[in-house]
């Protein structure tokens, strides 16, 4: 006989870790944004916290990089790579973690992210190229978009008064 009387399991969300207070952004700070943890709790979503860049390797605090030309949808096909400004290739460990966020989306069945805007890994509206802010995704936001997650970006630090 089957038992129906477990509950539903809560859906969940992925969410960039910073923007749950993880101190995991390239200078060693974070991004919390309360307000988001409230809409999370509002839709009844459980937020999963994640650092593309700290799953791919890179250590915190680290020196900051960006997508190098053309955008995320180029590094993903392997036509352009990121690095840092004194020109070291990070393009590996941002696709780690690109690859690493795609994978615990599947594992957990998470069909939406919540991202840090204006991240090159996380950024979903906004993101950095050649070192300036430009409209387009990050790596990370470009590939969970390719493969059907739902991404929304978050420009985080909101209190929730
Ligand atoms: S924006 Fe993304 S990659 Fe950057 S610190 Fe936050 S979670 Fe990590």
């Known amino acids: 006989m089957v038992d129906d009387s477990s509950p539903e ?21 974070h991004n919390r944004d309360q307000a988001l943890e409230s809409e999370l709790a509002q839709e009844g979503l459980t937020p999963v916290p994640f650092c593309p860049e700290e799953h791919g390797g890179l250590s915190t605090p680290r020196p900051a990089a960006w997508i190098e030309r053309d955008g995320a949808a180029a590094v993903l096909d392997g036509k352009s790579g990121l690095s840092t400004g004194d020109g070291t ?3 590996a460990e941002f696709l780690a973690g690109a690859e690493g966020a795609l994978e ?3 594992k957990e069945g998470i069909t939406r992210a919540f991202l840090k ?3 090159p890994s996380c950024g979903v509206a ?3 190229v050649d070192g300036v802010a ?3 995704p990050g790596v990370t936001a470009a590939l969970l978009g390719r493969n059907g997650v739902n991404c929304t970006g978050v420009e985080g630090r909101r209190d929730d008064s």
Not at 13 to 21: F, K, P, R
């Open 9 to 29: 399991p809560t859906p969940r969300a992925l969410v960039s870790a910073c923007l749950m207070g993880k101190a995991c952004r390239y200078d060693g700070g």
């Open 89 to 91: 290739d990070v393009t």
């Open 104 to 106: 615990l989306c599947k």
């Open 117 to 119: 805007e204006r991240s």
């Open 126 to 128: 906004t993101t950095h």
């Open 134 to 136: 430009v409209s387009g």
